[in-house]
């Protein structure tokens, strides 16, 4: 098991960009792919974006794909989440997941998928 804290959220105009950080201890962080999700009031919780455990491979959602980029540095055990352009319907809180495997390629886009989870940042996005 890994424990995961999230940060960097905040109150942001659109057009403007946060870059959250998802810290992990515990277990080899480096043995664990990573994701993104989001959840907006009265909305269940989304994919947003996930990384391999090398970090090799990423996957964005579309709504975000070419604004978001997630990206991983396993010496910090640190997991981000740069968000550029910004637009209101990005807001909600922001979660980290994570999921032991020995297959250095793959990642996860399901909820289901993902086993550790952080408490989550607010991200809020002024028109």
């Known amino acids: 098991q890994v424990q995961l804290v999230e940060s960097g959220g905040g109150l942001v105009q659109a057009g403007g960009s946060l870059r959250l950080s998802c810290a992990a201890s515990?277990?080899?962080?480096?043995?664990?792919?990573t994701g993104w999700f989001r959840q907006a009031p009265g909305k269940e919780r989304e994919f947003v974006a996930a990384?391999?455990?090398?970090?090799?491979?990423?996957y964005h959602a579309d709504s975000v794909k070419g604004r978001f980029t997630i990206s991983r540095d396993n010496a910090k055990n640190t997991v981000y989440l740069q968000m550029n352009s910004l637009k209101p319907e990005d807001a909600g809180v922001y979660y980290c997941?994570?999921?032991?495997?020995?297959?250095?390629?793959?990642?996860?886009?399901?909820?289901?998928?993902?086993?550790?989870w952080g408490q989550g940042t607010q991200v809020t996005v002024s028109s």
């Open positions: 997941a994570a999921r032991l495997t020995y297959n250095s390629g793959i990642y996860y886009y399901t909820i289901s998928g993902y086993d550790d």
């Open positions: 515990g277990r080899a962080f480096s043995s664990y792919a």
């Open positions: 990384i391999s455990r090398s970090g090799g491979t990423t």
